[in-house]
């Protein structure tokens, strides 16, 4: 059975989408070299060619890149067919990992799909209730984490993957049916897929989880009442040779970061020369 991770990514401004997918995939190979990287792309030239290497495969939509949302994850659906592998961890491109996923591999392989319940902060915390789960709270839906997730290639999984099909492009149809109280204006990902979980009727079937630490203001209690939108702007951090400290807490495991100004080129750099480190010492 073969097992690998995958994400999805867009040609952007200054290329960020893939320098992003860039440090994810870095940081796998550094803890988990055997196991391959594919990212998936509304087309091929997306991808620099400088950045090419980086992957094990680059896979085009096969089924079009449907775009009325400028965010190419409402081609979630499509990762199914995608991934090349039996055994799937998607990870959302605002992710870093820095330990063995040997353990995780070991539990997820047991379930068809996993999706994760909760997470902690920064500091180690579980936190519920966050202002992230409002509008599912509001609607009687599901609080599954969706940042990442694991799949396999089975019946199951398959039947997951056709619903999200429908309920990411009829998006605003979905929203009618069944988000009654504050309902958003914008495309949802995480509230769009646990509809989906509910529509199959799966909000009480998904045992196991993917433990990750979830990099946002409104999971930790702060005493601020004027905050910005964005946590990089209210805290510090830093990375050096893998350590990754976020206001002086060592952050490990699977790190959801979840800001697009995170990620500069010294850190994209620092990854992609430790992985050309190793390379030349293998070889």
Same mark, same amino acid.
């Given at each position: 059975?073969?097992?690998?991770?995958?994400t999805?990514?867009?040609?952007?401004?200054?290329?960020?989408?893939?320098?992003?997918?860039?440090?994810?995939?870095?940081?796998?190979?550094?803890?988990?070299?055997?196991?391959?990287?594919?990212?998936?792309?509304?087309?091929?030239?997306?991808?620099?060619q400088?950045?090419?290497?980086?992957?094990?495969?680059?896979?085009?939509?096969?089924?079009?890149h449907?775009d009325?949302?400028?965010? *190419?994850?409402?081609?979630?659906?499509?990762?199914?067919?995608c991934?090349?592998?039996?055994q799937?961890?998607?990870?959302?491109?605002?992710?870093l990992?820095?330990?063995?996923?040997?353990?995780?591999?070991?539990?997820?392989?047991?379930?068809?799909?996993?999706?994760?319940?909760?997470?902690?902060?920064y500091?180690?915390?579980?936190i519920?209730?966050?202002?992230?789960?409002?509008?599912?709270n509001?609607?009687?839906?599901?609080t599954?984490y969706?940042?990442?997730?694991?799949?396999?290639?089975?019946?199951?999984?398959q039947?997951l993957f056709?619903?999200?099909?429908?309920?990411?492009?009829?998006f605003?149809?979905?929203?009618?049916?069944f988000?009654?109280?504050?309902?958003?204006?914008?495309?949802?990902?995480?509230?769009?897929?646990?509809?989906?979980?509910?529509?199959?009727?799966?909000?009480?079937?998904?045992?196991?989880?993917?433990?990750?630490?979830?990099?946002?203001?409104?999971?930790?209690?702060?005493?601020?009442?004027?905050?910005?939108?964005?946590?990089?702007?209210y805290?510090?951090?830093? *990375?050096s040779?893998?350590?990754?400290?976020?206001?002086?807490?060592?952050v490990?495991? *699977?790190?959801c970061?979840?800001?697009?100004?995170?990620?500069d080129?010294?850190?994209?750099?620092?990854?992609?020369?430790?992985?050309?480190?190793?390379?030349?010492?293998?070889?």
């Open positions: 059975m073969t097992q690998g991770y995958v999805i990514a867009t040609k952007s401004v200054d290329d960020m989408q893939i320098k992003q997918a860039v440090a994810l995939a870095s940081s796998l190979k550094l803890i988990d070299p055997d196991r391959e990287f594919c990212l998936v792309v509304d087309k091929f030239d997306s991808v620099p400088k950045y090419e290497d980086t992957f094990d495969s680059i896979v085009e939509l096969p089924y079009g449907y009325p949302t400028e965010d *190419i994850t409402i081609n979630l659906w499509q990762v199914y067919s991934s090349p592998y039996d799937t961890i998607y990870f959302d491109r605002h992710m990992v820095t330990v063995s996923l040997d353990d995780i591999w070991d539990s997820v392989t047991l379930h068809d799909y996993i999706f994760t319940p909760h997470t902690v902060n500091r180690g915390e579980s519920t209730g966050t202002e992230q789960f409002y509008v599912h509001k609607n009687n839906l599901p599954y969706t940042d990442v997730f694991y799949f396999s290639k089975n019946e199951r999984s039947q056709k619903m999200l099909d429908i309920v990411l492009k009829e605003r149809r979905v929203y009618a049916q988000v009654t109280e504050s309902r958003p204006n914008y495309f949802d990902l995480n509230l769009l897929i646990n509809i989906t979980i509910k529509l199959l009727g799966e909000e009480n079937s998904i045992h196991g989880t993917i433990p990750y630490t979830l990099l946002r203001l409104d999971n930790i209690t702060l005493d601020d009442e004027d905050l910005p939108l964005d946590w990089v702007d805290m510090s951090y830093w *990375i040779n893998g350590v990754i400290k976020v206001s002086n807490h060592r490990n495991g *699977i790190i970061y979840s800001s697009d100004q995170f990620l080129t010294e850190i994209l750099e620092e990854y992609r020369q430790r992985v050309r480190d190793i390379n030349i010492n293998i070889n």
